[in-house]
């Protein structure tokens, strides 16, 4: 196996970081089993991106965005739930991507490969740590009130449906942000673990986001080091790594 660059480490913090502190929305609003179905709605951007020869990141993006809209556009248009929608859509998607990916290629895009991170990557992943922090940082209170009572921020003037879908480009941007370190069969497991691993300990909704994002660093630089000293690959070391850390919360609670 190659070795990890600095690129890889970086783009790793960044995005166990990011998309632990995202996945607070995610469980508190119920949607953690279509978060992780949501997430392989990457599948056919990034078997798209490989046979087109650019970034799967990039393809990835635009599928994940392409599919927000649809859900979105369907949602307004009937009563189904959003997680009703997520789960038709990736059925959809998936067998779409299973179908084109070339099976060289299918290790690597269901379990990501943080070795093969180049400087392009790098950038890229950098961008949308960007557009991730300032998407947090101005809709951090709308997102909060909704996720606690959709009804009443409606009563209250706040346009749920467009932030909804801002939500759903959010959280697009962050399963983007992890395909390469996890890949699209695990990443909804960056946005699940973390998150549900500081519920059980946190002492308020500051510091669940405190520990939800220290969490996924940790998880991953644990995951990193293991994957090093055992040689397996890094994307299931860093998810076994949550699994720990998960598992010292639910003895710290009890």
């Known amino acids: 196996m190659e070795a990890i660059n600095t690129y890889s480490i970086i783009i790793g913090v960044l995005?166990?970081?990011?998309?632990?502190?995202?996945?607070?929305?995610?469980?508190n609003r119920r949607l953690a089993l279509a978060a992780d179905a949501y997430s392989h709605i990457a599948l056919p951007g990034v078997a798209v991106a490989?046979?087109?020869?650019?970034?799967?990141t990039l393809g990835a993006l635009a599928a994940l965005t392409i599919g927000s809209f649809v859900i979105h556009a369907?949602?307004?248009?009937t009563n189904l739930y959003t997680d009703t929608l997520i789960g038709v859509i990736f059925s959809l998607s998936l067998a779409i991507g299973l179908l084109i990916l070339p099976e060289s290629q299918?290790?690597?895009?269901?379990?990501?490969?943080?070795?093969?991170?180049?400087?392009?990557?790098?950038?890229?992943?950098?961008?949308?740590t960007v557009v991730l922090l300032l998407l947090i940082i101005k809709m951090f209170r709308r997102f909060t009130f909704i996720t606690f009572s959709e009804q009443l921020?409606?009563?209250?003037?706040?346009?749920?449906?467009?932030?909804?879908?801002?939500?759903?480009?959010?959280?697009a941007a962050?399963?983007?942000?992890?395909?390469?370190?996890?890949g699209t069969l695990l990443v909804g497991s960056l946005l699940i673990i973390p998150a549900s691993a500081a519920q059980m300990i946190a002492r308020n909704f500051k510091s669940l986001f405190s520990l939800a994002t220290l969490y996924g660093v940790l998880s991953v630089v644990a995951g990193i080091a293991l994957s090093a000293l055992l040689h397996f690959p890094p994307g299931p070391m860093i998810i076994l790594s949550e699994g720990l850390f998960f598992c010292v919360s639910f003895l710290a609670k009890k």
């Open 15 to 27: 995005g166990g970081a990011l998309i632990s502190f995202f996945g607070v929305f995610v469980i």
């Open 50 to 56: 490989i046979l087109a020869g650019i970034d799967p």
């Open 74 to 77: 369907i949602q307004q248009k």
């Open 106 to 128: 299918l290790e690597s895009a269901l379990l990501g490969d943080l070795t093969t991170i180049t400087r392009a990557d790098f950038l890229l992943g950098i961008g949308l």
């Open 153 to 171: 921020a409606q009563v209250s003037g706040v346009k749920t449906g467009a932030v909804n879908l801002l939500f759903l480009l959010g959280l």
């Open 174 to 182: 962050a399963v983007s942000l992890g395909i390469k370190v996890t």
